[in-house]
């Protein structure tokens, strides 16, 4: 495919600058799009040969069936996480790579960040010094050392947040469907199951990804076998928590601390100015008012060395797709696997 006309949605400023400098070695032809790519925008594809989306734009059935009419042929998503696309719709005629990894170390930091945070409850301290309050009464926090995690999902993002803690020397309970055990010996890290899991740690950090299987598994059920005091950090994906049974548990005190750098509903909100308006979610606007909720707009990935990598990640699938070479970070329209063997042998589906 000769010089390839790339849509690209979703674009806010800080893309459009680390997209301008990393195509400087590339010179893609790129339309960026301020709005989200949906049903309503879809028609903003036509003409084009590929679409760059990210993690709130919504490539549902329609929308993918609409693109390929259109005679898009490649989704160049510019983010790990793909639960926003229906594969299966895309299967066989648009093709959908990702950037798997920019900056474990990005989202792992960041996790830890709000931990502490919440913990030491720097946030609440900021406001108060700002109003002339040095009071310290409220502030009290804990020692993270001999405290348990609970580790949910131990991939890339999973195993840098164990090692951080494992410097604060704390004691590591994991659960993955797939465990690492050698990387559990070499971190003494102990995998339980996740019932364990829940029953034992006193901070749980969730980084697996989102599936009909992990839908909602902070529910009202888990938290109420949770350790009481308990803190939730989820830095995966909003879906993985039911925001009500969160806040339940946040009001009949079994949870004590809740930092969430996804939610649910986020596509409404997140990533967006709404300084000038209400918030129409009553479960966020209730959320946003318990001050041992720490909330942050999906910016755990959001450093330069990630923003840097996104792009030149990005372009690099969509040179490598326009040269006809191996797609490396194509997704299995089945299992989600890069590079599923069984899916090239046409077995997956
Ligand atoms: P990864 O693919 O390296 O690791 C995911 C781990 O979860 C794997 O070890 C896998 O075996 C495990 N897993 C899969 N299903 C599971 C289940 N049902 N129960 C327990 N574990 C399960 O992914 P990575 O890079 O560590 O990212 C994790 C998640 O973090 C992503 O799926 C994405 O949703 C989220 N993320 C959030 C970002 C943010 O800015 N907040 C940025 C990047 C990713």
Do not use: W
């Not at 950037?99 to 502490?116: K, W």
């Not at 131990?154 to 990387?183: E, Q, S």
């Not at 308990?230 to 005190?253: C, F, H, P, W």
């Not at 939610?263 to 479960?283: K, R």
């Amino acid at each position: 495919m000769e010089n390839p006309k790339i849509a690209f949605f979703d674009a806010k400023p800080y893309d459009t600058s680390f997209f301008d400098e990393a195509n400087e070695n590339f010179n893609y032809d790129i339309s960026y799009f301020e709005s989200r790519i949906s049903r309503e925008t879809v028609p903003l594809a036509k003409g084009f040969d590929i679409v760059c989306a990210f993690v709130n734009d919504s490539l549902s059935g329609d929308v993918v069936r609409t693109l390929k009419d259109y005679g898009v042929s490649l989704v160049a998503l510019r983010c790990a996480g793909y639960n926003n696309v229906d594969l299966k719709a895309a299967y066989k005629t648009l093709h959908v790579v990702r950037v798997p990894s920019y900056s474990p170390h990005a989202v792992a930091e960041h996790t830890v960040a709000m931990m502490l945070a919440l913990n030491r409850k720097t946030h609440r301290a900021y406001y108060r010094i700002r109003d002339n309050n040095f009071s310290i009464n409220g502030l009290l926090g804990f020692d993270m050392y001999g405290k348990t995690a609970g580790i949910i999902g131990t991939g890339k993002i999973g195993k840098i947040v164990i090692k951080i803690l494992n410097g604060f020397d704390m004691n590591i309970i994991a659960f993955d469907r797939n465990p690492d055990k050698v990387f559990a010996d070499l971190m003494n890290v102990k995998y339980l199951n996740i019932e364990q899991v829940y029953r034992n740690a006193d901070i749980i950090s969730l980084h697996c990804p989102l599936t009909t299987e992990t839908y909602h598994m902070i529910n009202q059920h888990s938290i109420s076998i949770m350790k009481k005091n308990v803190m939730i950090i989820n830095t995966g994906r909003g879906q993985l928590i039911d925001s009500k049974a969160l806040i339940e548990g946040l009001k009949n005190n079994r949870i004590r601390y809740a930092g969430l750098d996804v939610y649910e509903e986020e596509s409404e909100y997140f990533f967006e100015d709404f300084s000038g308006s209400n918030i129409d979610d009553d479960v966020l606007a209730r959320l946003m008012t318990i001050n041992n909720v720490l909330i942050t707009s999906h910016q755990a990935f959001f450093t330069e060395e990630a923003m840097k990598n996104i792009a030149l990640t990005t372009l690099t699938n969509i040179k490598d797709y326009a040269e006809g070479n191996r797609l490396k970070n194509e997704i299995c329209y089945k299992c989600g696997e890069e590079n599923c063997r069984k899916e090239k042998e046409g077995r997956c589906f």
